[in-house]
């Protein structure tokens, strides 16, 4: 409710300037413009949205499906972890907006290299946590596991993988914010294979080409609902599988 | 049975243990559990307690001396072997009846007696009512009675204790500590108890062991002469009484040692 309250009052002082300071309309235009820009292209403005949530949905996938395995390796030994553990630095640290022309020429234009950004955007924060998750086990649970002879498998699937499964959670989050932002950088560069279609970073630019500030504004609030969306799937997940045992969850729960 | 009393369960000669190149945590333990004994071993902070215990579990190698159980090598040995930490070592994501089935699944016993047994382990130590809780729900004594259920589950003949009681309150301590002097009676296991409170070892032990430090080695060996089956009353006469004040000035002869 508080929210809405800073929202509506957020909304009057945009008008209130805009108002005062003479702003023309292709500088900023007024909330009642955007939203009208947003309703006559709805269509084309949710096309846009589908395609970066598909591009940024199918890179948090992978990145969860290939973060997880290289954790899996991480934890094996402290040896594999000191070799490699820089890169994975090195991978959150190498400007994202750097690399993307060149997964592009590597990749090529289109949806797939999109995929390819949002999907090395999002594999540090995996990685390092769920690496984490695995190898912060406690010694006398191992001991625990010992006792019974169990084999290495046992104590992957029975011990190390679910005690890992908030910390990956913790990944998720994190990856979930910054995919959407990697799908619309990715977008920036690739384009469309259509003219006049293509998802919200390809729209953004041709929007602010054309001098179309109001649909630019539209399409601003649209990506960041959908880096919405898809941080509250997470947070859905992350209660679903964890509410019943694990205290991060349980304090979301009660608030 | 009784013959069987005198062949050594647990066996400790010149054993000594240290890590790396550090000086050495034991030196020279020689100690002797028999079949069915309830031994505790008490001493102050740091003399390796709970290393004996790892040694004997086979979680640790010894650096020196022969050791061991029930005639075999440590590391064979844990099939007859429960290991019960100083905290409960639950799996959080497991229920209650779940983390006392993990001994099973673990033990590869199979998979349609499982209920049955857990059923069986849950009424042991009077938790059924529960059974669907998670870890996290039950109060410290509560989540003791179900490692120790889950210990009981693998049918054990030995169990190796590293202070399991020392982060409950004094009740629940009491009652635990009588709960497992019941089960003991039943099943009739050789049991080695580390413990800080002299008044337990006294409550619970045939014999305690006390050990002194830097670099742990034992000091004494007390006989408790107080019959079983022991109640609750037995904590307030004066036998145990008397018995306290005897180890407790062996302790504090073996701090200052």
Redesign the interface.
């Known amino acids: 409710m508080n929210a809405l309250i800073v929202f509506g009052s957020l909304l009057a002082l945009w008008r209130l300037l805009i108002w005062a300071l003479a702003i023309p309309k292709f500088m900023l235009p007024t909330p009642l413009e955007v939203a009208r820009a947003a309703a006559a292209r709805h269509s084309s403005l949710l096309t846009s949205v589908w395609i970066t949530g598909e591009a940024a949905a199918c890179g948090l996938i992978a990145s969860v499906i290939v973060g997880v395995l290289i954790a899996l390796i991480f934890a094996q030994s402290r040896w594999i972890r000191r070799m490699c553990y820089p890169y994975t630095i090195l991978l959150q640290t190498v400007p994202i907006i750097a690399i993307a022309p060149l997964i592009l020429m590597w990749v090529g234009p289109g949806i797939l290299s999109v995929m390819v950004i949002a999907f090395i955007i999002c594999l540090p924060a995996i990685i390092a946590n769920t690496t984490q998750g695995l190898i912060s086990v406690e010694r006398n649970l191992i001991d625990l596991f010992l006792m019974h002879n169990a084999k290495s498998a046992e104590l992957l699937w029975k011990l190390r993988l679910p005690h890992a499964i908030p910390s990956l959670f913790t990944g998720l989050r994190i990856a979930s914010g910054v995919a959407v932002i990697g799908a619309i950088i990715g977008e920036l560069f690739a384009g469309s294979s259509r003219v006049g279609e293509g998802g919200l970073g390809y729209a953004i630019q041709y929007a602010s080409a054309q001098l179309e500030t109001d649909y630019l504004f539209a399409l601003v609030f649209a990506a960041s609902a959908l880096g919405f969306v898809f941080f509250f799937i997470i947070m859905f997940l992350e209660w679903y599988f964890l509410h019943n045992w694990h205290e991060s969850a349980r304090t979301a729960d009660s608030e | 049975m009784m013959e069987n009393r005198e062949v050594p369960h647990i066996e400790l000669r010149g054993v000594g243990k240290r890590f790396g190149s550090a000086s050495p945590v034991l030196d020279g333990i020689d100690l002797t559990v028999r079949k069915g004994e309830f031994v505790s071993i008490i001493g102050p902070s740091g003399c390796g307690k709970s290393t004996i215990l790892?040694l004997v579990?086979g979680?640790l190698p010894v650096t020196s001396g022969r050791l061991l159980v029930d005639g075999m090598t440590p590391v064979n040995a844990?099939?007859i072997?429960?290991?019960i930490?100083?905290?409960p070592?639950l799996?959080?994501?497991?229920t209650v009846a779940e983390n006392i089935g993990?001994?099973l699944?673990?033990?590869h016993s199979p998979r349609d007696s499982r209920p049955d047994k857990v059923n069986a382990l849950l009424g042991l130590v009077g938790l059924q009512h529960v059974a669907k809780s998670?870890?996290?729900q039950l109060s410290g004594g509560m989540k003791m009675r179900v490692s120790i259920a889950r210990a009981l589950a693998?049918k054990p003949r030995i169990l190796l204790m590293d202070e399991p009681f020392a982060a409950l309150d004094e009740m629940s301590r009491d009652r635990l500590n009588e709960e497992l002097l019941r089960l003991r009676d039943e099943q009739k296991w050789t049991v080695l108890f580390v413990t800080h409170s002299v008044a337990e070892a006294v409550y619970l032990s045939d014999r305690i062991v006390m050990l002194a430090p830097f670099p742990g080695r034992v000091a004494h060996e007390i006989d408790v002469d107080l019959p079983f089956p022991r109640d609750a009353q037995l904590r307030s006469s004066a036998a145990m009484d008397e018995c306290i004040g005897v180890v407790s000035k062996a302790f504090r002869g073996a701090h200052t040692l």
């Open positions: 790892k579990a979680l844990r099939e072997v429960s290991f930490f100083q905290d070592t799996l959080p994501w497991r993990l001994a699944e673990l033990d998670y870890p996290r693998s």
